[in-house]
């Protein structure tokens, strides 16, 4: 990633608002069905029963929107979930945001955690595909497995209420990601591949670098 670039666009504003004392969760997803929002929405059921002070973002659009729009209100959810359509300014939007949600059934290395963990923000997931590679659990985010919804409920319910904890594992995912996900890391990472193919080739040949 083009990490400058993309902490000048969070310094950037953005239209979105909430009351003060509103926590924001923000699921970036197109709203399709190996996205899971179907069990974030379970999940986010059971924790309105426990707290009523935050409020879920959606960004991203898709054809399950009317489905999960009727889902959010069958399950009492039209105060708390916002669906927000594509965005332009999503930087902007996890800059004022307290956590990132990605619930997946399916994944590979999802672009939206990397921007995430760029940005300093408590991450909670499932365990799809790849995630598991980009999150520790416990240290730069929480995990939950794929498709259940009372494991991610409780992961939320951690993270909002214990303030220290969100702010450790936001700043822990920043370290890791300026380390793994910097341009000059894949740099370096993809010119330590062709040296060592030289180096290889150099070997089989029995001669020397430059000779």
């Known amino acids: 990633m083009d990490i400058w670039s993309f902490h000048k666009r969070m310094e950037q504003r953005t239209t979105l608002r909430t009351e003060q004392d509103m926590k924001v969760l923000v699921c970036p997803a197109r709203l399709v069905h190996v996205k899971g929002h179907k069990h974030l929405f379970e999940a986010l059921a059971l924790l309105k029963g426990e707290r009523s002070d935050w409020v879920c973002w959606l960004l991203g659009d898709g054809p399950l929107r009317d489905e999960l729009t009727q889902q959010c209100r069958a399950l009492g959810l039209g105060e708390h979930v916002q669906f927000l359509g594509t965005r332009s300014d999503v930087p902007a939007i996890l800059g004022s945001a307290d956590v990132f949600v990605l619930p997946s059934l399916q994944e590979n290395l999802p672009f939206s955690v990397m921007e995430a963990q760029i940005a300093g923000k408590a991450i909670v ?20 497995p794929a498709g259940q919804s009372e494991p991610m409920f ?13 702010k450790r594992l936001g700043e822990q995912a920043k370290q890791w990601a300026m380390h793994h996900w910097s341009i000059e890391t894949m740099m370096k990472k993809t010119l330590d591949v062709y040296d060592s193919v030289i180096q290889r080739n150099i070997t089989q040949r029995g001669g020397t670098r430059y000779g």
């Open 125 to 144: 997931v499932s365990d799809a595909g790849g995630i598991p590679e980009m999150v520790e659990h416990g240290t730069t985010g929480l995990i939950s």
């Open 154 to 166: 409780h992961n939320l319910k951690r993270v909002l209420a214990d303030d220290v904890l969100r």
